[in-house]
């Protein structure tokens, strides 16, 4: 059973800064990654999506990598600004399905 | 071009009552996925839908359902609401169900059962 797991739960960083998010899963047989923002209550806002092919993808100032073999992929936020201040999800599908298992998501704040 | 849209975006209902709730995709999008929010459990896949056929349904008792209509518009239905049913809803559109294929959310409707 495909379990994902996001570290650290909460962050907090000051502006400026440079900062990364992690994402692991356990089972490697995934058909994409997806990463997405929430803002509070609302819903998500589709980021990145990695096929299990690519490592990379690259969308401003984000820059999503995966290692498929390992099980991870982290979330590479350049240059951080308040506005980013939200929680970061990522999600894995398993097969030729739009069926996701999300991660417990990363409440990231960007203090001014 | 407009995004996903859900209604209502509110709800209040009482124990046993049953709820409907709609969800239109972006225009040409044929897929549409259901999921449920709630602080504990976190996001959690109800059912997907495609072309009119349920492809794929999460571990939900069967007072959770849902249909898909020709036009691609999705509705859920929960019947006999629990108080542990209360959540956010979200449902996601998505073109097709290739690994190219991104999801995207509609702002979801908020359940509160009392």
């Keep these: 059973k495909q379990e994902v797991t996001q570290i650290p739960a909460a962050l907090s960083v000051p502006e400026g800064e440079n900062l990364v998010l992690n994402c692991s899963f356990t089972d490697s047989a995934i058909y994409n990654l997806q990463w997405f923002r ?27 990598s995966l290692d498929k073999s ?24 398993g097969g030729a399905t739009n069926k996701l298992i999300f991660g417990t998501g990363t409440l990231l704040a960007v203090q001014p | 071009k407009a995004g996903v849209t859900q209604t209502p975006r509110y709800l209040i209902k009482t124990r046993g009552q049953q709820v409907t709730l709609s969800c239109s995709p972006i225009s040409g999008h044929r897929s549409v996925s259901w999921y449920q929010q709630t602080p504990g459990q976190g996001l959690q896949f109800l059912f997907e839908y495609f072309s009119e056929t349920q492809r794929n349904k999460g571990n939900f008792p069967g007072r959770f359902s849902g249909r898909q ?38 702002p979801g409707t908020r359940l509160t059962v009392l």
Aim: contains cysteine; glycine residues 10%.
């Design chain 1, 70 to 93: 390992s099980g991870r992929s982290t979330l590479y936020i350049a240059a951080s600004q308040p506005g980013d201040s939200a929680t970061y999800l990522c999600a894995v599908s």
């Design chain 1, 38 to 64: 929430q803002d509070p209550g609302k819903g998500l806002t589709s980021l990145l999506l990695i096929q299990s092919s690519q490592r990379e993808q690259t969308s401003g100032r984000l820059n999503a």
């Design chain 2, 69 to 106: 209509f020709s036009n691609s518009r999705s509705e859920m239905n929960v019947s006999t609401l629990e108080l542990g049913d209360s959540a956010l809803y979200l449902c996601a559109s998505s073109l097709g169900r290739g690994s190219t294929d991104t999801q995207y959310f509609g």
